[in-house]
């Protein structure tokens, strides 16, 4: 779409952090620094040139040391493309090109050196010979390596300088070390042409509340520097330079939002009770330690779901047990949960962590992840495993072992768990004997001998995003069966019952911790299923604390018998939407009818 056309319907995107920002847009390269102009006096001249002359020597020390450090072996005969990059810095033409540029335009260091490299660089470009056109990365490298210099030298990086108040950070996508470079005090929100839900960018603007929208395409190739940007973090809308009147219908949106918010703020804080006096346990999901302060302003006694994938991502190599201890225990001593409930890790399907080897297969889905992944990798498992427990004698935590599909799996994985604490104990590092130990149940078959793992288990969490995932045969990443992926199908609804009363036969706890445990407009189905936890995104707690209060618990229960006998998923649906029309006709009044 072209910019005249957004102005007026906006991009779409996958609006994965909530509400509005309005705002001058910042581009930002991945992995690269931003060079931004700066004009200077003819008093600072001197000073921007000294600054250039000093990041020439930092780099020419550097590139040394790095020479002094490769092995003594083949990767020595490549240390030549070194030489070429310190020998490029030291050339006399191109040193007194920048300096010449400083003086004669009279801008900073940075702004001088990019003039430089651009010219340079189309001239490479140009060259016929491959090899010598190759070489315009090498000056690439130096060039970024230069910057870097400078930039650590200047304090916390050169972002949003030229931009007055907060920014809109626009990127391709972001990794943690372009977020470590950023002011997060100055941005007001992220856009990115890639991401999901769980990408890097969509996980911090989250914890942070910051509004984000990502997924958008080519929204890097659309946007200058400078230009005002809207974006609406719940549509997944961005507009480019928008009208005075859009603006205004925006910013009257943003203020009703900042309402709201204070409003569930208040809500937050209220039992989630019904008006009968059945009382519902409300956890948070969370994925990154930023989160928890949220976690406790929304609301949550504890931590349903923590999913610990995260801590693999932003890492470059594998986390140590002592890694993960750190972590845990800044859960486990966290005095506003009343628990926390750590996921193994369960990479594979939708999620990945380039350090961990996983085989390439037609069907990720359904192959070699999660628990499976964690049976195979031993030494991967236990550095988290012995991580949880180090940590489990600083405060209440549980260890919830995901995707499992039967119970060899879950005698394996608990039998690996008893093996790290028999190591602890022999090392004589304290933890928690009695951990609770729980299972995902989000594989059909896992479902069907819910009534055989309860002996052996203290809890189950049942994870409806794979389980109706599986259970329908719908890929939950694949947009042309999204229409299929239906919570209110019976037999999703009689998988969730069984499940309940197989936990309750056997005196377990059972949670719900899928997207569906935080849409309002299930609450009264879960409540009428009598789980004993709902685990969600923190942000929806005050809306679904509101909901219960708002409903008796025998209603619930009746409604619950209905939908089950209902063999229309859609029925239920209209049914259900009807009914909370009725009850709440201020939350659930137009935009909720169909
Ligand atoms: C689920 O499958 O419902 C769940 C909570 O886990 P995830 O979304 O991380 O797979
Ligand atoms: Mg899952």
């Known amino acids: 779409m072209n910019q005249e056309a957004s102005e007026k319907k906006g991009l779409h995107g996958l609006g994965v952090s909530s509400g509005i920002a309005i705002g001058k847009a910042y581009l930002v390269e991945r992995g690269r620094i931003h060079v ?59 040193l007194k090109e920048v300096i010449e540029t400083i003086k004669s335009k009279k801008v900073n260091a940075e702004w001088a050196l990019d003039i430089v490299v651009t010219k340079f660089m189309s001239s490479f470009e140009k060259v016929a010979d491959p090899y010598l056109r190759e070489r315009g990365h090498d000056l690439d490298y130096i060039h970024q390596r230069l910057l870097r210099i400078m930039t650590e030298r200047t304090g916390s990086g050169i972002y949003h300088k ?52 990502v997924g958008l395409g080519n929204i890097t190739g659309i946007v200058s520097d400078g230009d005002t940007l809207i974006i609406d973090g719940d549509s997944g809308t961005v507009i480019i330079n928008p009208t005075k009147e859009v603006q205004k219908e925006y910013l009257a949106k943003h203020a009703q939002l900042t309402a709201q918010r204070r ?14 006096g059945f009382k519902m346990r409300i956890g948070a999901n969370v994925e990154l330690l930023a989160e928890l302060d949220i976690v406790e302003r929304y609301g949550a006694e504890g931590v349903g779901l923590y999913r610990t994938e995260y801590i693999y991502l932003s890492s470059k190599t594998l986390p140590t047990e002592m890694d993960h201890y750190h972590i845990y225990r800044k859960l486990a001593e966290n005095k506003a949960l009343k628990y926390t409930t750590i996921r193994t890790l369960d990479i594979g399907g939708d999620k990945f962590v380039s350090e961990v080897e996983v085989p390439k297969e037609i069907n990720p889905a359904m192959g070699l992840r999660a628990i499976r992944l964690c049976i195979k990798e031993m030494d991967l498992f236990k550095a988290q495993l012995r991580g949880i427990l180090r940590a489990s ?135 009428g299923l009598e789980l004993d936890e709902m685990s969600m995104n923190a942000y929806a707690i005050p809306r679904v604390k509101k909901i219960i209060r708002g409903l008796r618990h025998a209603y619930c229960k009746d409604l619950v018998k209905q939908l089950l006998a209902n063999d229309s998923p859609k029925e239920s649906e209209r049914l259900v939407r009807q009914e909370m029309a009725r009850l709440f006709p201020d939350d659930f009044g137009s935009a909720y009818q169909e």
């Open 393 to 527: 004698v600083y405060g209440p935590l549980k260890i919830l072992f995901p995707m499992v599909s039967g119970m060899e799996e879950v005698k394996k994985a608990k039998a690996i768990l008893r093996e790290c604490m028999d190591e602890l104990k022999n090392e004589h590092v304290p933890f928690d004997e009695e951990i609770r130990v729980g299972i995902m149940v989000e594989v059909p078959s896992t479902c069907m001998i819910t009534d055989l793992l309860a002996d052996e288990v203290d809890f189950f969490s049942i994870g409806t995003n794979d389980l109706i995932q599986y259970t329908l045969a719908i890929d939950r990443v694949n947009e042309y069966v999204s229409y299929l992926y239906e919570p209110l199908h019976p037999a999703v609804l009689r998988m969730i019952k069984k499940t309940v009363d197989d936990a309750h036969a056997h005196r377990i706890d059972v949670a719900i911790c899928g997207e569906m445990a935080g849409e309002p407009l299930y609450v009264p189905i879960l409540l």
């Open 263 to 276: 409003e569930f703020l208040r809500l937050g804080k209220l039992r989630a009770e019904t008006q009968d």
């Open 36 to 94: 931004e102009k700066h004009a200077v006096k003819d008093e600072q001249v001197e000073r921007e040139i000294s600054r250039f002359r000093h990041a020439i020597k930092n780099a020419h020390a550097q590139l040394s040391a790095i020479k002094e450090t490769i092995p003594d072996d083949d990767v020595r005969r490549h240390a030549f493309i070194i030489d070429a990059h310190i020998l490029m810095i030291q050339d006399e033409f191109f």
């Open 162 to 213: 030229s931009i007055k108040g907060k920014a809109i950070i626009v990127a391709h996508d972001l990794s943690p070390a372009d977020t470590i470079q950023i002011n997060l005090e100055k941005t007001s929100g992220f856009v990115t042409d890639v991401g999901g839900r769980t990408s890097h960018t969509s996980i911090v603007a989250r914890a942070l509340e910051i509004p984000a929208v």
